[in-house]
């Protein structure tokens, strides 16, 4: 979007921001990706940083909207609010964590709440006052605290305690990583003085240049001749910041490798210069603060957590103890916390200990990833396997006992490209058919699969987009057929399946069968909304008998743990009274976020 040059930064400025930004980390996410090597190889760094900025995003964009049309833009205390609000409660991986933390910092002094950040950066005048009085514009007074824009000063101080509170947000600080870049930026923002434009010119080009450097201080990327990803990703991000406020792009975000050209090993030796394409790298991982380099910890867990300052202190030493690469960032009651341990129970334990966690992540890094040390002999890999999305802990189960590999994915939490790539690699085979069970993965799916293909995996995406579908395709999977035979076969069963759940309306909303209320049931078939009524059994029953008007031979339903009890039994009895010749199987999906699922083949 073209953007208006203007010398201050306000709400519209942070909107345009947050648009930009998402657009560039979209562009470089592969490329962010592939040059992963600290700490972990789990590739999805880029993506970590794109999920966390588009929540950032939208919300912000939800602030503008409820603002109404022809309204009057929020005050920029609002806007930053929503903005590092979104990202903390968005944040994924250690690389979105900080990045959420670096926002959050920039917060607390836009909006004026950061009187101990502008103590803490020797950078702000007393005599000034207030941190509002410190960062508004000249000549525009806030009423009630709120500031209508910030100058180039007042940005030099956001970035100052964005940096200094990602650093204190991380357990054990590591020097040639994103930490780095931040203060780098920080650092030539002080220096720079002037309005907005120029101060975030000059973040930019310190933050590229301590990106080029980071080779040399961290043997990981040394050795794989690459600039850290996180930092990579903060490079976009600043980039996006000086086009918001000055209307035009500061030109490619690569570090400038002639900077530091070559970096020196101790014994005297040299490496390839720092570059930001992931070429013959030899495999990609996390950016962050902390490394433990092979033999680490085997999970990594995210939550989000309610709890007070201290509690959340003696959470602090507790993950400490059990782990590594913490990042625990937040504040007023709402923190984002980040660990890689070996028990991952104890760290979820250590959460409930420090107030009520929720939005709980646990993922097992892999036998073949870095962060795993990989002692032992390799394993042979195996001709053929499938990776399946499951929605629930008993589908898990299920699919697993025939031999899948499998992601579970929470309500509301669908799995990064990420997890899926690693779920690829961790399969350990020649060839993989992926099986998405969800359509709005089919974008997410298709990135990870190419990654895949790209790194010598034969992957083939059967476009499945529920976990009956996959469930039907697994049925008919053979190894030992020819994989395209294979292919053909299970998109075939899948593709004959029809697909409908049950679920429960959140908020009143328009439908394709009309308007629903909060609590209302709906039956959704593929995908569109077909009943809406009062009762699950009733609801539940209207949607099988119209998927079995076409005809049907085997009904499958997928029960979650809110069901009834009484609907499935309900539902068996329908079908064998009803529908002669049709059979009947249930399986019990766990948590899965719809009250029942149900296939017709």
Do not use: K
Request: aromatic share 2%; with cysteine; charged share 20%.
């Amino acid at each position: 979007m073209a953007q208006v040059p203007q010398t201050f930064l306000d709400a519209l400025a942070v909107r345009a921001w947050c648009g930009l930004a998402l657009g560039a980390l979209a562009r470089a996410r592969e490329e962010i990706d592939a040059i992963n090597v600290y700490p972990v190889a789990d590739g999805d760094t880029g993506t970590n940083l794109c999920l966390t900025l588009e929540s950032a995003a939208d919300a912000v964009e939800a602030l503008f909207a409820g603002q109404g049309t022809g309204a009057e833009p929020p005050p920029l205390a609002d806007a930053v609010r929503a903005m590092a609000h979104g990202a903390l409660i968005g944040a994924r991986g250690n690389s979105g964590t900080i990045l959420a933390q670096i926002l959050r910092g920039m917060a607390q002094v836009l909006a004026a709440e950061g009187a101990t950040a502008q103590g803490r950066s020797g950078a702000a005048d007393a005599a000034n006052g207030t941190a509002a009085e410190s960062v508004a514009g000249a000549g525009r007074p806030c009423g009630g605290g709120d500031l209508s824009h910030a100058d180039g000063r007042g940005l030099g101080l956001a970035l100052r305690c964005a940096a200094d509170s990602a650093r204190e947000a991380v357990a054990h600080p590591v020097e040639g990583t994103v930490l780095t870049v931040a203060s780098a930026a920080a650092d030539a923002a002080e220096r720079a003085g002037g309005d907005c434009g120029s101060v975030a010119r000059a973040a930019y080009e310190g933050a590229r240049t301590a990106l080029a450097a980071t080779p040399g201080q961290l043997p990981a990327l040394r050795r794989a001749g690459v600039v850290d990803a996180g930092g990579r990703g903060l490079v976009a991000v600043l980039g996006a910041l000086v086009e918001a406020v000055t209307g035009e792009a500061p030109g490619e975000t690569e570090a400038p490798v002639e900077a530091v050209a070559r970096a020196e090993e101790p014994s005297g030796a040299t490496v390839p210069a720092a570059r930001t394409r992931g070429e013959d790298v030899p495999g990609p991982a996390d950016s962050c603060a902390e490394g433990s380099g092979a033999g680490g910890p085997a999970f990594e867990v995210i939550y989000l957590l309610e709890a007070g300052d201290e509690a959340v202190a003696r959470l602090r030493a507790r993950l400490d103890d059990l782990g590594d690469s913490l990042v625990v960032v937040g504040g007023d009651g709402l923190w984002n916390v980040h660990v890689h341990v070996d028990d991952a129970g104890a760290a979820v334990e250590a959460g409930v200990e420090a107030g009520r966690p929720y939005r709980i992540r646990i993922t097992h890094f892999g036998l073949d990833d870095v962060h795993t040390g990989g002692e032992g002999p390799p394993r042979e890999r195996v001709q053929r396997a499938v990776v399946a999305v499951v929605p629930g802990e008993g589908l898990a189960g299920l699919y697993a006992e025939a031999g899948a590999t499998t992601i579970l994915a929470r309500p509301g939490e669908p799995p990064a490209g990420g997890e899926l790539l690693r779920a690829l690699r961790r399969a350990h085979a020649r060839e993989v058919v992926l099986l998405p069970n969800d359509a709005e993965l089919r974008h997410t799916a298709a990135a990870a699969a190419e990654q895949a293909r790209a790194e010598g995996i034969r992957v083939a995406l059967i476009p499945t987009r529920s976990a009956v579908q996959g469930i039907a395709a697994l049925a008919v999977h053979e190894p030992d057929r020819r994989f395209d035979e294979d292919v053909v076969q299970m998109t075939s069963a899948a593709g004959a399946t029809r697909y409908a759940e049950v679920v429960v309306a959140e908020r009143q909303a328009w439908t394709s069968a009309g308007i629903c209320q909060a609590g209302d049931v709906l039956g959704l078939i593929d995908g569109d909304v077909a009943v809406i009524g009062p009762d699950v059994t009733a609801t539940a029953e209207t949607v099988l008998d119209r998927m079995l008007r076409a005809g049907g031979e085997l009904v499958t339903l997928v029960t979650g743990d809110d069901t009834p009890e009484t609907v499935a039994t309900h539902l068996e009895t329908r079908v064998r009274e009803t529908y002669l010749a049709v059979d009947t199987v249930v399986y019990q999906g766990g948590h899965q976020g719809a009250l029942l699922l149900i296939g017709v083949e």
